[in-house]
């Protein structure tokens, strides 16, 4: 899935208001950044730790979208506008290091999108180790079978 301009713009200003609510002179908090993509309504809510909503806004391109692998497809995205916003969310009174997290309806991790620090942190990508329980398990019982 491509993203149009108008969907970094609203998945922009959504993360715009987000950091507001966590201005650079504040006391620091210990959170994380959940955001929620709901793949019929093409809404993105935002929470904290505690599942207190920060922000909610629509993406329209999302609505009602038929992807079958939807949050696969829109996590790059979403990456995407966080780093590029990364200078405006470093400033934000959270503690670090910190992350933003793609959540489902079940509020259950999908991914973890970037992580915050103070020094260069890289998120590695999931599918880049995807498969490796199955390996490391097969190791295991030839391990163990020796």
Known sequence: MKASQQTIQQIE???????????????????????LVNPYTGEIR??????????RCVVEQWIKSPQENFYDEVAPILRSCIEGMRPTLEKMSILRPFSFVLIDEDHETVQDLVIIDNEE?????GNLLEGLEEELDDFLKKLLSD
């Open 13 to 35: 200003r959504a993360l715009r208001k987000v950091a507001g609510k966590f201005p650079e002179d504040a006391e620091p908090l210990f959170t994380d950044i959940h955001l």
């Open 121 to 125: 942190t890289m998120v590695i990508d």
């Open 46 to 55: 935002t929470y904290n730790d505690d599942d207190e909503e920060l922000d």
